[in-house]
T-cell receptor, first 115, second 114 residues
Framework: AQSVAQPEDQVNVAEGNPLTVKCTYS??????LFWYVQYPNRGLQFLLK??????LVKGSYGFEAEFNKSQTSFHLKKPSALVSDSALYFC?????????????FGTGTLLAVQP | NAGVTQTPKFQVLKTGQSMTLQCAQD?????MSWYRQDPGMGLRLIHY???????DQGEVPNGYNVSRSTTEDFPLRLLSAAPSQTSVYFC?????????????FGEGSWLTVV
């Protein structure tokens, strides 16, 4: 069965510092991995995805994520956090060979960036 | 660009009432789905559709019905609302599942059942 784990309910970081939001996954085949961000009372916005190729994926708003197959991880990173990055972040996975687009989501990590 | 549009944004229902959450997309996407978001549980799939006339159940389908008469629209019906259905509902769409098509979400519908 597919699953996603986001081990931290909340990540606190000072503005200007680097940030990491962790994600590990489990699928039986090759994964497609996604990061979404949710601002208060808003929908989910797509940040980036890993499909194949380069393990370092760059996305919107200066975010990037590194796919590590041996550790089954897809951590979200940003070199310098902004207060406006404060939001709820979701990691999601689906099997590359899957016949549907059913995404399995993690429980979310709240990122709080202090000024 | 409208993308995925959901209505209503907020709704309060009494237990036992029925209602329909509307979802429309203007991207000619074949795949559409409904998720619910609950605190500490992430998003869970309710129902999905891979094209007009084709629907299937997700993880938590009980108490909900869907239909897909057109490519653009994918309404979610609550048959007899229960307090356990208090949640935030998201509609999503994408191209068919090849090459890792990105799923795009609507802005959400906040539903309270009292």
């Amino acid at each position: 069965a597919q699953s996603v784990a986001q081990p931290e309910d909340q990540v606190n970081v000072a503005e200007g510092n680097p940030l990491t939001v962790k994600c590990t996954y489990s699928v039986s085949g090759n994964p497609y991995l996604f990061w979404y961000v949710q601002y208060p009372n808003r929908g989910l916005q797509f940040l980036l995805k890993y499909i194949t190729g380069d393990n370092l994926v760059k996305g919107s708003y200066g975010f990037e994520a590194e796919f590590n197959k041996s550790q089954t991880s897809f951590h979200l990173k940003k070199p310098s956090a902004l207060v406006s990055d404060s939001a709820l972040y979701f990691c999601a996975v689906r099997e590359a060979s899957g016949a549907t687009n059913k995404l399995i989501f993690g429980t979310g990590t709240l990122l709080a960036v202090q000024p | 660009n409208a993308g995925v549009t959901q209505t209503p944004k907020f709704q309060v229902l009494k237990t036992g009432q029925s209602m329909t959450l509307q979802c429309a997309q203007d991207m000619n996407h074949e795949y559409m789905s409904w998720y619910r978001q609950d605190p500490g549980m992430g998003l869970r799939l309710i129902h999905y559709s891979v094209g007009a006339g084709i629907t299937d159940q997700g993880e938590v389908p009980n108490g909900y019905n869907v239909s897909r008469s057109t490519t653009e629209d994918f309404p979610l019906r609550l048959l007899s609302a229960a307090p356990s259905q208090t949640s935030v509902y998201f509609c999503a769409s994408s191209g068919l599942p090849r090459s890792g098509n990105t799923i795009y979400f609507g802005e959400g519908s906040w539903l309270t059942v009292v």
